[in-house]
């Protein structure tokens, strides 16, 4: 049984990763290896998915559960995907016995010398991004009061890892606003260059610039930074 002495480290551990310059990778790696230590486990590993949806290994606390997790993503079975696609735990306290259920994973691990596994899903409300798994080298299913200190620890990384992702997306969208805001700053003092150099309007400026980027494939951004940069360049745009 978990103590809650240890169990309040882990969290306080945790709590002390999830700053300004957050790095997932620490944080999974680092996750693994207290759930194993927490539950006397001999193994952990979290599978995340990426941006497509799909599975990938993130973090594993020893060679042999990296191992196991790509022993599942490459036969498409195992306890990790069940939980992934089922949103729910799965427990097998006896993988020799398994092979009807994963007819490829169950003996491999049971040769890798584990006898049980545990899946927690990564999942906050109805969104699914992975699952955890812990390995133990003994039949049996872990106890219940660890059971429910290992999905507190799931759920607080699925928060933790969606957090992330959304700052990065917001990130992105500001280097994109931003970008647009400089694209749109650009061609405005073009178009105007262009309208002085050629006596004609701002639209038909636009126009014109519009025109020149199609023929010769340039982006219109790019045309006029290059404008801007070179105004020899704005001759060019009548021939």
Same mark, same amino acid.
């Given at each position: ?55 990938n290994l993130l973090a594993a606390s020893s060679d042999q559960a990296r191992e196991l997790e790509y022993l599942q993503l490459e036969s498409a079975e195992g306890p990790c995907l069940d939980g992934f696609r089922t949103g729910t735990q799965v ?12 007819? @490829? ?9 584990? &006898?049980?596994? !545990?899946?927690?899903?990564? =999942? $906050? /409300? ?71 150099? @050629? ?9 014109? &610039?519009?025109? !020149?980027?199609?023929?010769? =494939? $340039? /982006? ?20």
């Amino acid at each position: 049984m978990i103590s809650v002495e240890r169990l309040a480290d882990v969290f306080v551990s945790v709590a002390d990763t999830l700053v300004d310059d957050f790095d997932l990778m620490d944080f999974l790696h680092g996750l693994t290896t207290s759930v194993a230590d927490l539950t006397g486990a001999a193994a952990a590993g979290i599978l995340l998915t990426d941006v497509r949806g799909d599975l990938n290994l993130l973090a594993a606390s020893s060679d042999q559960a990296r191992e196991l997790e790509y022993l599942q993503l490459e036969s498409a079975e195992g306890p990790c995907l069940d939980g992934f696609r089922t949103g729910t735990q799965v427990i097998e306290d006896n993988l020799s016995a398994a092979a009807e259920r994963w007819s @490829f994973f169950a003996p491999r691990a049971v040769d890798a010398g584990f &006898l049980s596994v !545990h899946t927690f899903p990564l =999942r $906050l /409300r109805d969104k699914v991004i992975g699952a955890l798994d812990v390995f133990g080298v003994a039949r049996g299913p872990l106890l219940d009061g660890d059971t429910s200190a290992v999905q507190a620890l799931a759920d607080v990384a699925t928060i933790a890892i969606i957090q992330e992702r959304a700052l990065v997306r917001a990130d992105l969208l500001t280097e994109q606003l931003e970008f647009a805001l400089n694209s749109r700053i650009a061609i405005e003092q073009a178009k105007g260059a262009v309208a002085r150099t @050629f006596g004609i309007s701002v639209d038909q400026a636009f126009e014109l &610039l519009r025109s !020149h980027a199609r023929s010769q =494939r $340039l /982006r219109l951004t790019d045309l006029a930074v290059a404008v801007l940069n070179d105004p020899s360049r704005v001759d060019n745009l009548r021939a």
